[in-house]
């Protein structure tokens, strides 16, 4: 759930609901039904490629299709983890140009070359809370439980995460197992083209948008079966997919993506 911007001009802020456990480096997008439509601007919400015409599917979770690649913000600087109820830990992406050594807790932490992620220590205070209105003097009524999120919207911005799967985008609602990159790799390599995961069908109602999402580490944790929204994948075989990144590239002993939002 980390997030490190390397090259980027514009860190904008942005409404959302308190109830939505955005993490940082999750992909995130305006809701084009449910709540937070109503208001101005539109909510931001972890992004979802999903087919809503799914039966059953309800909740504020926007689909992502090619027809609606205007929906997409950009990708989400902070974690709001208050009301997350994953329970992920919160982390954050440093710099180890030694590749020293080390164990946290009781776990061994990658010793490459370069950035690492490692547990990111947070106080209450800049935890998710309820908030009864949106942060704009222009919202109209009614108003929801928002808080704002940091998010970077610029293309040709550039970022390392860990919030990304090894798994490919199928079609509008559905994931892959494994990698299918444009270079024909089985693993992401650059000039790779990258997408928003789906929910797989999982996201059913409002309360298992929000519960059900990939847990850390999203490279393991992730499949082809469980909800991965706002989860970079492999665009690669899809059809009617955005393409909203491409892959510079990707360090598997530390678990990271190195990419470039377009």
Same mark, same amino acid.
Request: aromatic share 8%; glycine share 10%; charged share 10%.
């Given at each position: ?17 308190s ?90 932490? =990658?010793? $490459? #070359?370069g950035?690492?992620?490692? +547990?990111?220590? &947070?106080? *209450? ?7 009864? !209105?949106?942060t ?27 919030r ?59 499949? =082809?079966? $469980? #909800?991965?929204?706002?989860?970079l +994948?492999?665009? &690669?075989? *899809? ?7 491409? !892959? ?15």
């Amino acid at each position: 759930m980390a997030l490190r911007a390397l090259n980027s001009v514009v860190a904008a802020n942005y409404s959302k609901l308190s109830i939505d456990s955005v993490l940082a480096g999750d992909i995130v997008a305006f809701s084009n039904s449910g709540n937070g439509t109503a208001v101005n601007p539109a909510c931001v919400f972890r992004a979802d490629r999903h087919n809503s015409s799914a039966a059953g599917f309800t909740g504020p979770v926007q689909t992502i299709t090619n027809l609606l690649r205007g929906l997409i913000v950009g990708v989400c600087a902070d974690d709001a983890v208050g009301n997350n109820p994953a329970g992920e830990t919160p982390t954050m992406i440093n710099n180890d140009p030694a590749g020293s050594n080390f164990v946290n807790g009781s776990a061994f932490q =990658s010793y $490459t #070359n370069g950035f690492y992620v490692g +547990v990111k220590r &947070a106080i *209450a205070d800049f935890k998710d809370e309820s908030v009864d !209105v949106v942060t704009n003097l222009t919202a109209g009524i009614p108003t929801y439980s928002s808080r704002g999120v940091t998010v970077y919207t610029t293309p040709s911005s550039q970022f390392v995460t860990d919030r990304f799967a090894l798994l490919t985008a199928q079609n509008a609602g559905n994931d892959l197992a494994n990698w299918t990159g444009t270079t024909g790799s089985t693993a992401p390599a650059p000039g790779d083209l990258l997408t928003v995961g789906a929910s797989n069908g999982q996201a059913t109602s409002v309360a298992a948008a929000y519960a059900n999402t990939a847990q850390a580490p999203t490279v393991t944790g992730a499949t =082809s079966g $469980t #909800n991965n929204r706002g989860l970079l +994948v492999s665009a &690669a075989t *899809a059809t009617a997919v955005p393409v909203i990144g491409r !892959v510079d590239f990707y360090d598997s002993g530390a678990g990271l993506l190195y990419w470039t939002l377009i």
